[in-house]
């Protein structure tokens, strides 16, 4: 693990400000000062922030019901409830997976495994998530080919993977996308208002009977099967490029088949009056435009 990634699990501060402390040499491993931010810590190092010894906590994820009510940050410049005020106090630093804005409800990911939290979150990846959503009218069945399709909305073309009506006024939709309030937009796009948006799905963990406001922990069984649901990444390496010629060496051209031309001697040779617009670059490509 990076020096400051494990700064930075153990609870000393944001990967940027304890990178900081590394650069201005606050942090020992095995009694020494290091000031190299690609430093790495291995299992059995000693990682010292002045006298304080450091331990890097155990991995945590969790699925947690988020309700109504509740916003996705860690703190709030309105001083609304935030889902970190249903989590233990006593948890280490953990990261929600994806959002749900204030009026929407259900499964919430949240994890100290910054790796796996990147990885559910980024856009190529096309991790499913799952949504119950309770309409104001009937849903009309011609509609669902408009949201396969996709529906342009303020932060791009919205398109779901799957549509299912449902009974009672009722849609059963799966995204891979995560664009602001995708769902909402898209069902005002086509002339419905969302009474109830419920997510019950992300990649292959569901809610289940999870109550509001509750958690519980994922077992290896799940975080295994997560991980399985991410695509296998592999380092692309670029084809060498082919290294340029030598400044100020041409490389010789074939030879032309044919008789050679025979050239009039130097002094003999009367340059060409050439006047604008007749030459023969201008002639062939026109004349340029500024």
């Known amino acids: 693990m990076r020096l400051n ?9 944001s990967r940027r400000g304890v990178e ?16 190299d931010l690609a430093t790495q810590v291995q299992p059995g190092d000693i990682v010292k922030a002045g006298q304080r010894v450091l331990h890097a906590p155990q991995q ?11 916003v996705c940050t860690a703190s709030d410049e309105r001083d609304r409830r935030t889902i970190f005020d249903l989590l233990p ?3 280490p ?50 509609h669902r080919e408009k949201m396969l399709r996709g529906i342009r909305i303020e932060g791009g073309l919205a398109r779901a993977v799957d549509v299912h009506p449902l009974p009672y006024n009722r849609l059963r939709i799966v995204l891979q996308q995560g664009l602001k309030r995708q769902i909402r937009h898209m069902c005002y796009h086509l002339g419905y208002e969302v009474l109830k948006l419920l997510r019950i799905r992300i990649g292959p963990v569901h809610l289940g009977a999870l109550k509001p406001a509750h958690w519980r922990p994922l077992d290896p069984a799940e975080i295994s099967a997560l991980k ?29 088949s ?8 130097e002094k003999l ?18 004349p340029k435009i500024h």
Do not use: C
């Not at 900081?20 to 000031?35: A, C, E, F």
């Open 60 to 70: 945590l994820t969790a699925a947690l019901h988020k309700p109504k009510g509740f």
């Open 228 to 256: 399985r649901s991410l695509p296998a990444t592999q380092d692309r390496i670029p084809s060498p490029a082919r290294p340029p010629a030598p400044a100020g060496i041409r490389k010789p051209r074939p030879a032309k």
């Open 258 to 265: 044919g008789p050679a031309k025979t050239q009039a001697p």
């Open 5 to 13: 990634r494990f700064l930075a699990a153990a609870g000393l501060g």
């Open 89 to 91: 106090p006593e948890w």
């Open 269 to 286: 040779r009367r340059p060409k009056a050439r006047t604008p617009g007749n030459s023969k670059n201008s002639r062939r490509t026109g």
């Open 93 to 142: 630093r953990v990261f929600h997976v994806g959002r749900l804005d204030m009026e929407s409800e259900g499964l919430l990911l949240v994890t100290n495994d910054g790796d796996l939290a990147n990885a559910l979150t980024h856009p190529s990846h096309h991790v499913d998530k799952e949504y119950e959503v309770t309409l104001d009218k009937p849903f009309q069945i011609e």
């Open 20 to 35: 900081q402390l590394i650069q201005d040499g606050k942090i020992r491993v095995n009694g020494h000062v290091v000031t």
